[in-house]
């Protein structure tokens, strides 16, 4: 893309938000504050995000089928499970003036997770022992009336979500899809560069399991959790469950994803059974999955970032290379045009700040987007191309055939 | 994908509902109705989904900037447009229960449409006119109360919907783009699928502008709209303000697009302009663009059908090929094991259907899902591969070599 084409701006303010990852997705025009705990993704933010969702949806589609559930859904639904009063993130729609109410007056809940959608969803296509197991997953906008909300992108009242949804016609095939999730999980963080400081935490299985639920936590001073490593028995725990007995290392750690066992609760709850190969009535065993998009994306720049800006993990950054022209010569810009059609030729993703701004602002915004490769071209570079990581000091001078050996 | 892998089923309940669309899409699983204008997807309808927004995605990339704006917005954005009480179908947002109003009692708006949130968001950015002209879109949900709902995918009161919005220095300008959307529409409806029978009607500018509005509407019986052509200027127009004194040829057509000139509006209302290059501040002229592709999905299907299910145009059909295995004898499930790996391989999306259900079964399947090209491995292939068109009669027995050539 070019710069010069591209809405959104970095902004030389040093508005300073109560987060590292706030305040640099802003400053960076990635994304932009409707009011607290809700942001809008300019066209950087978006290309993040949407690499982000690809990876995560690449992963899940190995052992889960993609759906799209709804945002709205009837209160009865929320009553069939106990969960309308006691969900303190619930919100409910109605009409917002006179006029409408007239029309329509209905209200409606505004889904914070959906246990209540899928389990009548699933209820419908499965009757016998043959149509388990199943698992759905769908990548979605939740929204959850949080009582606070800070830290940019990894707590908000409208975010993105992964969520997936498994059903079993015994514990033990439960039990193994579960440990399977994991597998998935790690892979999926892997990809997303964070895969070395994501450890899987023992936590609370909240009010419907005595098991443990699992928290995958990526170590960051900036995390909103504790988590505490039991070095006998090489395991992590939420600090809300670990042992008081015991010394632990503690560390800051920051959720990005979980994975719940919620035994039968919800089929119970909705009167969903199975006939097995013998011809009777069993109880159904699911457990749910999550994983936040955006969170993860506030956790990534968290971890991931020096003075001068951002620096994202290869997979997930809005571009491979951030390509600078310096002066207006025509040979200079011939070049820098023709490198950046070559470049897309060759399959790279290229930021091309092609700007009527000084050579400060563009290395300045390069640093700051975090882009992996930053390439030159100018008077001084005399055909050639300067290359620099993001991550690294040195620059080099490079023929286009030893720059593509290089990125 | 192996349908006995994919979540949803078909079903031979022969239940009937408001419309085509309704009846077919949920029949072949690929939609699934939670109340009235409400809808899940299921892995087969959000393919479609996903086909039909990447599509529209392409095309809106050659003329603007993909950002992702919130569901949730400030009620002071809607008043400072004033359309806070005038627009019939706006939701708001609120605690569920007692526990989450002690908790935070924010109320919220849920955008139906996204000038209230754009406007602001793009004057953030723009100051001179080198920053002008802008336009972004978005692929989102939204959310409008409608009154009636019915139609199954033609009207809901959760569905997907692209829109962008220009900003312009100057009206010529506005005109010229808006000029070349209708030209980046034309190539979606033809990519789509729907391009011959869907035309351009002049309809009402609503209350911000003296000019028309376009609509892009197609020729469908059971469209909401009905059109007239004016044979002697070659001008179709909305019944609404067809003139009276005319003698038209009507017919019923159903809206999948629709622009909008919004003049000075919002931007005035946010007090939104900008420094011309003699210095002084001029007037922002706004225009809007939608496109509803879950709308879109339904209109297709009322379009596109016969007595025996759906006939998806290629280039939306949730898969190229629609393979079916009979019989379980090793070599036959062989050959179409291979057979699917191949064609995999050769870049072809297929829906293999390797389920234990009857040929019958799979046969009426194949016609109610409706992809382009069946394909039949059995015992009486022989080796070879039983080829049909959705749309025609005849089947022929080709190798793998003579199929290549002809999907």
Same mark, same amino acid.
């Not at 013998?278 to 109880?283: F, I, R, S, V």
């Given at each position: 893309?070019?710069?010069?084409?591209?809405?959104?701006?970095?902004?030389?303010?040093?508005?300073?938000?109560?987060?590292?990852?706030?305040?640099?997705?802003?400053?960076?025009?990635?994304?932009?504050?409707?009011?607290?705990?809700?942001?809008?993704?300019?066209?950087?933010?978006?290309?993040?995000?949407?690499?982000?969702?690809? /990876?995560?949806? %690449?992963?899940?589609?190995?052992? @889960? +089928?993609?759906?799209?559930? =709804?945002?709205?859904?009837?209160?009865? &639904?929320?009553?069939?499970?106990?969960?309308?009063?006691?969900?303190?993130?619930?919100?409910?729609?109605?009409?917002?003036?006179?006029?409408?109410?007239?029309?329509?007056?209905?209200?409606?809940?505004?889904?914070?997770?959906?246990?209540?959608?899928?389990?009548?969803?699933?209820?419908?296509?499965?009757?016998?022992?043959?149509?388990?197991?199943?698992?759905?997953?769908?990548?979605?906008?939740?929204?959850?009336?949080?009582?606070?909300?800070?830290?940019?992108?990894?707590?908000?009242?409208?975010?993105?979500?992964?969520?997936?949804?498994?059903?079993?016609?015994?514990?033990?095939?439960?039990?193994?899809?579960?440990?399977?999730?994991?597998?998935?999980?790690?892979?999926?963080?892997?990809?997303?560069? /964070?895969?070395? %400081?994501?450890?899987?935490?023992? @936590? +609370?299985?909240?009010?419907? =399991?005595?098991?443990?639920?699992?928290? &995958?936590?990526?170590?960051?001073?900036?995390?909103?959790?504790?988590?505490?490593?039991?070095?006998?028995?090489?395991?992590?725990?939420?600090?809300?469950?670990?042992?008081?007995?015991?010394?632990?290392?503690?560390?800051?750690?920051?959720?990005?994803?979980?994975?719940?066992?919620?035994?039968?609760?919800?089929?119970?709850?909705?009167?969903?059974?199975?006939?097995?190969?013998?011809?009777?009535?069993?109880?159904?065993?699911?457990?749910?999955?999550?994983?936040?998009?955006?969170?993860?994306?506030?956790?990534?720049?968290?971890?991931?970032?020096?003075?001068?800006?951002?620096?994202?993990?290869?997979?997930?950054?809005?571009?491979?290379?951030?390509?600078?022209?310096?002066?207006?010569?025509?040979?200079?810009?011939?070049?820098?045009?023709?490198?950046?059609?070559?470049?897309?030729?060759?399959?790279?993703?290229?930021?091309?700040?092609?700007?009527?701004?000084?050579?400060?602002?563009?290395?300045?915004?390069?640093?700051?987007?975090?882009?992996?490769?930053?390439?030159?071209?100018?008077?001084?570079?005399?055909?050639?191309?300067?290359?620099?990581?993001?991550?690294?000091?040195?620059?080099?001078?490079?023929?286009?055939?030893?720059?593509?050996?290089?990125?």
């Amino acid at each position: 893309m070019r710069l010069s084409k591209l809405f959104g701006k970095t902004t030389r303010t040093a508005k300073v938000y109560d987060s590292v990852n706030a305040t640099l997705l802003q400053k960076a025009g990635f994304i932009d504050m409707v009011m607290a705990g809700v942001y809008n993704y300019l066209p950087l933010g978006l290309m993040v995000l949407t690499k982000i969702e690809n /990876i995560i949806r %690449e992963e899940m589609n190995t052992v @889960a +089928s993609e759906v799209l559930m =709804t945002s709205l859904s009837p209160r009865s &639904f929320w009553e069939q499970t106990q969960r309308i009063d006691t969900v303190d993130v619930l919100m409910k729609t109605s009409p917002a003036n006179d006029l409408a109410k007239q029309k329509n007056d209905s209200e409606y809940i505004l889904n914070p997770t959906h246990e209540e959608m899928v389990t009548p969803l699933v209820q419908k296509f499965v009757f016998s022992y043959k149509d388990l197991p199943q698992a759905v997953y769908q990548i979605q906008t939740k929204f959850r009336n949080e009582p606070r909300v800070k830290s940019g992108l990894m707590r908000g009242r409208e975010f993105r979500m992964k969520d997936m949804y498994s059903f079993h016609a015994s514990m033990d095939d439960f039990k193994a899809f579960y440990e399977k999730s994991k597998e998935v999980y790690k892979r999926i963080f892997d990809r997303l560069g /964070i895969g070395k %400081e994501t450890v899987i935490a023992l @936590a +609370s299985g909240g009010a419907y =399991t005595k098991e443990y639920s699992h928290e &995958f936590q990526t170590i960051c001073e900036t995390g909103e959790d504790t988590i505490c490593f039991d070095e006998e028995t090489n395991t992590y725990y939420n600090k809300e469950v670990a042992p008081q007995e015991k010394k632990f290392k503690t560390m800051r750690a920051a959720e990005v994803g979980n994975i719940f066992p919620l035994g039968d609760k919800f089929t119970k709850d909705w009167k969903f059974s199975y006939t097995n190969a013998e011809g009777k009535e069993a109880p159904i065993y699911m457990g749910s999955y999550g994983i936040g998009p955006s969170r993860v994306m506030g956790v990534i720049v968290e971890k991931m970032h020096d003075e001068a800006g951002m620096i994202w993990p290869t997979s997930i950054a809005p571009a491979e290379v951030y390509l600078i022209v310096i002066g207006k010569e025509a040979d200079t810009v011939k070049q820098a045009d023709a490198l950046y059609e070559e470049l897309k030729k060759q399959g790279k993703s290229v930021l091309y700040d092609d700007r009527d701004v000084s050579p400060g602002q563009k290395f300045s915004d390069a640093d700051l987007i975090g882009v992996p490769y930053r390439l030159v071209v100018s008077k001084k570079t005399d055909g050639k191309i300067e290359f620099k990581k993001r991550t690294g000091k040195e620059t080099q001078l490079v023929s286009f055939e030893e720059l593509l050996k290089l990125i």
